[in-house]
């Protein structure tokens, strides 16, 4: 069960990871998509101009948030897919390979998400710097929890017992 939920949560946070990826690429946001996130924040008295939301994705990309989180998510959710499927096939390495995969997206995601909030305190307001704030928070228990349950075959003693190779009458 361990290694499904992990396969799921690694394709769902690797799809993520591209998205920033592909907003790194992006010199600026469609105005559209500008005035969709900014609408509902305005709307209940935030003052958020489209530049100002440009100038908070200028920030973004030249301090780097963008490429750290995308990155971090990407390598570290291919890791995690990896060590899930050899748990899935009952080999202790996966746990390894899955832990260390996690572990990477939590860093990385961490201190990315600290730059968004630091971008976000700078150029926008109110509830955009909120939901920022609140991001860095779901990020960080999302991926400890990742981590947590990468590594939960580890210390538990029937989840270990299930990667030990069977031993053949030959062996005995």
Same mark, same amino acid.
Request: aromatic share 6%; glycine share 10%; with cysteine.
């Given at each position: 069960?361990i290694s499904y939920i992990?396969?799921?949560?690694a394709?769902?946070?690797?799809i993520?990871?591209y998205?920033?990826?592909?907003?790194?690429?992006?010199?600026?946001?469609?105005?559209?998509?500008?005035?969709?996130?900014? @609408? &509902?924040?305005?709307?209940? +008295?935030?003052? #958020?101009s489209?530049?100002?939301y *440009?100038?908070?994705?200028? %920030?973004?990309?030249?301090?780097?948030?963008?490429q750290?989180?995308?990155?971090?998510?990407?390598?570290g959710?291919?890791?995690?897919?990896?060590?899930?499927?050899?748990?899935?096939?009952?080999?202790k390495?996966?746990?390894?390979i899955?832990?260390?995969? @996690? &572990?990477?997206?939590?860093? +990385?995601?961490? #201190?990315?998400?600290?730059?968004? *909030?630091?971008?976000?305190? %700078?150029?926008?307001?109110?509830?955009?710097?909120?939901?920022?704030?609140?991001m860095?928070?779901?990020?960080?228990?999302m991926?400890?929890?990742?981590t947590l349950?990468?590594?939960l075959?580890?210390?538990?003693?029937g989840?270990?017992?299930?990667?030990k190779?069977?031993?053949?009458d030959?062996?005995e």
């Amino acid at each position: 069960m361990i290694s499904y939920i992990l396969i799921i949560g690694a394709v769902i946070a690797g799809i993520v990871g591209y998205g920033h990826i592909q907003d790194d690429k992006l010199e600026d946001l469609p105005d559209g998509q500008v005035e969709i996130i900014i @609408a &509902t924040p305005n709307s209940h +008295g935030d003052d #958020i101009s489209i530049e100002d939301y *440009q100038a908070y994705h200028d %920030e973004l990309r030249s301090n780097g948030a963008y490429q750290l989180l995308g990155y971090s998510l990407v390598c570290g959710m291919s890791l995690v897919l990896i060590g899930a499927v050899l748990i899935r096939l009952f080999r202790k390495e996966g746990v390894y390979i899955a832990t260390t995969g @996690a &572990t990477i997206s939590l860093i +990385g995601g961490v #201190i990315a998400n600290l730059r968004f *909030q630091s971008a976000a305190n %700078e150029y926008l307001e109110g509830a955009l710097v909120s939901n920022t704030t609140l991001m860095t928070y779901v990020c960080g228990s999302m991926m400890g929890m990742c981590t947590l349950l990468a590594a939960l075959p580890l210390v538990n003693a029937g989840a270990r017992l299930t990667l030990k190779p069977k031993k053949t009458d030959e062996e005995e």
